[in-house]
């Protein structure tokens, strides 16, 4: 048996990094198909392996996860998202996903439902028939507008939410793999660590904005837009926060006057949710509706469902939990095209995975892109089709042959409000207009996220 996983070779100074670069999906699906479970990368100051198979990626997220953390990587990350729950470890994650918790109960979430139907109905109500809009854009718009209400308490305006978007463009460029970045120093005054930083500045005066617009409300029950009735269980018998608001920065701003917060604890959190809250939700739904507009027949029956979710009155959670092809047309999407590409971790101390010995201190990446495109879980894989989600042919799977939220204690804590938020915005487009998209190949850039290389224009067609 082998010491070293094989892996491609590399250039003496960048290893894989140009390889990585110029195409990271096509790279990374090759080094799957040729090298098998576990894959050795040189992509930068430290060693990297990629795991392929899912019982090797179950063990790391799930039941070997406490022998694992977040990889810091370089300080960009650090000072983008901070102690945030994305990338906090520790005693830190876990004061910070309790803290959490009652934002995202099953509860609360279900009661968010008209919430977000509202932001949808008056999101579309400027569209007309024959217009062409950049449908990632505008969904990103809706997200953005639906994070911060549910979450914040407050509305965003459309100046505030135009900044939002403005800002993304550098932020994103800076986690875009580029090789001659690590010979770089983060506090070197090129134009894009300068763009980077005046960035994050511009996105912290938007959330330093809603939190003074918020203080002095943490304690009001009005604010919080799923209303007394939705905010489920959220403490033992005498908790002193029982019946007050639970929106996120509600509760983080309470947590901050017993002295359980700092203002920079507080903004790292709404910075993470703003960000990681609207745009896994608005990629997720821009590469349905790409897909649904060059499959007219599953088009038709998530119309059908769309039509039928809305024809009893406004939106609710009940009523889009019956659109079940909608939801399998979802997964389809989120399995072909995942918001989030890959995931890393890194070992704390030497463990062996695939047969082979992983150093502590290296970086593991496991790929929702790689394993949910490969012929080892899926037949044909290339094909969108939604009844692979039928529960028959689901369970003829590996659990982690299809993990778009992650899994184990580090889950994605939205899963549920992003899945909610999806189904109302797909009933709510669907059972009006038919989206055609109109423009080239679709081409795809690897940031934290995986976005398109390109502007999506969708033809608005009334019904």
Same mark, same amino acid.
């Not at 996903?97 to 099953?106: E, I, T, V, W, Y």
């Not at 279900?110 to 062409?132: I, N, P, T, Y």
């Not at 892109?369 to 529960?391: G, L």
């Given at each position: 048996?082998?010491?070293?996983?094989?892996?491609?070779?590399?250039?003496?100074?960048?290893?894989?990094?140009?390889?990585?670069?110029?195409?990271?999906?096509?790279?990374?699906?090759?080094?799957?198909?040729?090298?098998?479970?576990?894959?050795?990368?040189?992509?930068?100051?430290?060693?990297?392996?990629?795991?392929?198979?899912?019982?090797?990626?179950?063990?790391?997220?799930?039941?070997?996860?406490?022998?694992?953390?977040?990889?810091?990587?370089?300080?960009?990350?650090?000072?983008?998202?901070?102690?945030?729950?994305?990338?906090?470890?520790?005693?830190?994650?876990?004061?910070?996903?309790?803290?959490?918790?009652?934002?995202?109960?099953? =509860?609360?979430?279900?009661?968010?439902?008209?919430?977000?139907?509202?932001?949808?109905?008056?999101?579309?109500?400027?569209?007309?028939?024959?217009?062409?809009?950049?449908?990632?854009?505008?969904?990103?718009?809706?997200?953005?507008?639906?994070?911060?209400?549910?979450?914040?308490?407050?509305?965003?305006?459309?100046?505030?939410?135009?900044?939002?978007?403005?800002?993304?463009?550098?932020?994103?460029?800076?986690?875009?793999?580029?090789?001659?970045?690590?010979?770089?120093?983060?506090?070197?005054?090129?134009?894009?660590?300068?763009?980077?930083?005046?960035?994050?500045?511009?996105?912290?005066?938007?959330?330093?904005?809603?939190?003074?617009?918020?203080?002095?409300?943490?304690?009001?029950?009005?604010?919080?837009?799923?209303?007394?009735?939705?905010?489920?269980?959220?403490?033992?018998?005498?908790?002193?926060?029982?019946?007050?608001?639970?929106?996120?920065?509600?509760?983080?701003?309470?947590?901050?006057?017993?002295?359980?917060?700092?203002?920079?604890?507080?903004?790292?959190?709404?910075?993470?949710?703003?960000?990681?809250?609207?745009?896994?939700?608005?990629?997720?739904?821009?590469?349905?509706?790409?897909?649904?507009?060059?499959?007219?027949?599953?088009?038709?029956?998530?119309?059908?469902?769309?039509?039928?979710?809305?024809?009893?009155?406004?939106?609710?959670?009940?009523?889009?939990?019956?659109?079940?092809?909608?939801?399998?047309?979802?997964?389809?999407?989120?399995?072909?095209?995942?918001?989030?590409?890959?995931?890393?971790?890194?070992?704390?101390?030497?463990?062996?995975?695939?047969?082979? =010995?992983?150093?502590?201190?290296?970086?593991?990446?496991?790929?929702?892109?790689?394993?949910?495109?490969?012929?080892?879980?899926?037949?044909?894989?290339?094909?969108?089709?939604?009844?692979?989600?039928?529960?028959?042919?689901?369970?003829?799977?590996? =659990?982690?042959?299809?993990?778009?939220?992650?899994?184990?204690?580090?889950?994605?804590?939205?899963?549920?409000?992003?899945?909610?938020?999806?189904?109302?915005?797909?009933?709510?487009?669907?059972?009006?207009?038919?989206?055609?998209?109109?423009?080239?190949?679709?081409?795809?850039?690897?940031?934290?996220?995986?976005?398109?290389?390109?502007?999506?224009?969708?033809?608005?067609?009334?019904?």
């Amino acid at each position: 048996m082998s010491v070293t996983p094989p892996g491609p070779l590399g250039d003496p100074l960048f290893g894989n990094g140009r390889q990585f670069a110029d195409d990271p999906f096509g790279f990374l699906r090759a080094c799957a198909d040729s090298y098998g479970d576990v894959v050795r990368l040189n992509l930068g100051p430290r060693e990297t392996y990629m795991l392929t198979n899912p019982a090797d990626v179950e063990r790391v997220l799930v039941a070997d996860a406490e022998r694992y953390r977040k990889p810091q990587f370089d300080d960009a990350m650090d000072t983008l998202l901070g102690d945030g729950l994305l990338m906090s470890e520790g005693e830190t994650w876990q004061r910070q996903r309790k803290l959490a918790n009652p934002a995202f109960h099953n =509860r609360r979430i279900g009661a968010l439902a008209g919430v977000m139907a509202d932001h949808a109905e008056s999101h579309v109500a400027d569209w007309a028939d024959g217009d062409v809009v950049d449908l990632q854009l505008e969904l990103a718009r809706l997200t953005v507008k639906i994070i911060v209400t549910a979450m914040f308490g407050a509305d965003v305006t459309d100046e505030e939410v135009k900044t939002v978007q403005e800002n993304l463009e550098p932020l994103g460029a800076r986690f875009e793999p580029d090789p001659r970045r690590y010979l770089i120093p983060d506090w070197m005054p090129t134009r894009e660590n300068r763009e980077f930083d005046a960035a994050i500045d511009t996105l912290e005066s938007v959330i330093d904005d809603i939190v003074a617009r918020r203080r002095g409300t943490e304690r009001d029950p009005s604010v919080d837009p799923a209303g007394p009735d939705g905010t489920g269980v959220r403490g033992p018998p005498g908790d002193p926060d029982a019946d007050l608001p639970m929106d996120l920065l509600s509760v983080l701003l309470r947590a901050r006057d017993r002295g359980e917060q700092t203002d920079e604890n507080l903004r790292d959190e709404l910075v993470t949710m703003l960000l990681a809250g609207h745009d896994t939700t608005a990629l997720a739904l821009t590469y349905t509706f790409y897909l649904l507009s060059d499959h007219p027949e599953a088009r038709e029956r998530v119309e059908g469902e769309a039509k039928e979710a809305v024809s009893t009155g406004p939106l609710t959670a009940d009523a889009v939990r019956e659109m079940e092809y909608t939801e399998r047309v979802l997964n389809e999407s989120m399995r072909l095209y995942p918001p989030v590409y890959t995931l890393f971790r890194e070992p704390k101390l030497d463990v062996k995975l695939g047969g082979y =010995r992983i150093p502590e201190g290296s970086a593991l990446m496991v790929s929702q892109w790689v394993i949910h495109r490969s012929e080892r879980w899926y037949n044909d894989p290339e094909k969108f089709d939604p009844d692979r989600w039928t529960a028959e042919r689901r369970s003829q799977r590996p =659990r982690f042959a299809y993990f778009p939220f992650g899994g184990g204690p580090r889950h994605c804590i939205g899963k549920a409000f992003s899945l909610l938020e999806a189904k109302i915005i797909l009933a709510t487009v669907c059972s009006r207009f038919d989206l055609d998209y109109e423009g080239p190949d679709l081409s795809l850039r690897g940031s934290l996220t995986m976005h398109p290389n390109h502007p999506v224009p969708m033809r608005i067609r009334e019904r």
